[in-house]
């Protein structure tokens, strides 16, 4: 299921004359982003929201942006190149196995001697028939997180929680394309993320849009879900304990640096949306 010729036809050239004349009205924006909306729900529904949110913010403001902000102009780009000229919806009748993540991040105070301290992230993977079957856990590099937050904020504890979806699809896209996926997280905040794609920071905003393009890639229909942390299975190996995982028949499987790199570094505060090389198409782990 996918976009008309016609309708794509229209939405390229409109954009087009946009960023020709450097101008986007307060009513055109507001007309723009519910037709967009439109299209990208023929296309997947989720991924565009960062690129969407750009456009509505013009038709919110009180005047017209002339010239087009670099995050619009790149936006508008975005949105003809990957919405108007992805590739259609797929609908497959057959039932898909279903998986189940379990995922978490943490939050501690920094120890000169301790390798598990700071911001920590982790995530199980437990196949259809309930065997557990790998996990991830690593330590964000501190220096990483220079440009999450304000000065002096020392806590990133949103972001930790909202970061290892992304994570598990691209580390186990391997297993998890074209399945159901029931996706469980301790934390309100980053649960309602995930399933409304946007976030209020630019940080976990970033994240959001790689890990719904990589659904969009992987063809996935995933389902956030609210665990309580003593049941939660991510929690022990976003804190570096394997030991339970192990036994339970898991093992530990690391995630390149390269592939956080690209997660937690969002381009000098840019909320435009970001290709990254691990995606479905790029490295393989």
Not at 42 to 64: M, N
Request: net charge negative.
């Amino acid at each position: 299921m996918g976009n008309t010729p016609s309708r794509k036809a229209e939405l390229s050239n409109r954009i087009e004359e946009i960023l020709g004349s450097d101008l986007l009205t307060v009513a055109e924006a507001t007309s723009l982003r519910s037709r967009l909306l439109f299209a990208d729900a023929q296309v997947f529904g989720r991924f565009a929201k960062a690129a969407l949110h750009e456009v509505g913010r013009v038709g919110l403001d009180t005047s017209d942006m002339t010239p087009l902000s670099p995050n619009v102009r790149q936006s508008l780009l975005w949105l003809r190149d990957r919405v108007l000229a992805g590739p259609p919806r797929k609908i497959d009748f057959r039932d898909s196995e279903t998986f189940y993540l379990f995922l978490d991040g943490a939050c501690t105070d920094w120890v000169s001697d301790d390798i598990w301290c700071g911001t920590s992230i982790g995530g199980v993977l437990v196949f259809p028939d309930g065997s557990v079957r790998e996990c991830f856990g690593e330590v964000l590099p501190q220096d990483w997180m220079a440009e999450w937050g304000w000065n002096q904020q020392q806590q990133y504890i949103f972001e930790a929680e909202v970061m290892p979806y992304a994570v598990s699809l691209m580390l186990w896209k391997r297993h998890l394309m074209g399945k159901c996926i029931f996706v469980f997280i301790d934390n309100e905040g980053a649960r309602s993320a995930w399933i409304s794609g946007f976030a209020a920071t630019k940080a976990a905003q970033h994240m959001l849009h790689l890990g719904t393009s990589a659904e969009a890639e992987l063809c996935v229909h995933p389902f956030f879900a609210r665990v309580p942390t003593h049941s939660n299975l991510g929690d022990a190996p976003s804190r570096g304990k394997f030991e339970v995982i192990e036994k339970l028949g898991g093992m530990r499987t690391r995630a390149p640096i390269g592939m956080i790199e690209c997660l937690m570094k969002h381009g000098g505060g840019s909320t435009v949306p970001f290709e990254c090389e691990w995606g479905l198409n790029g490295r393989d782990t």
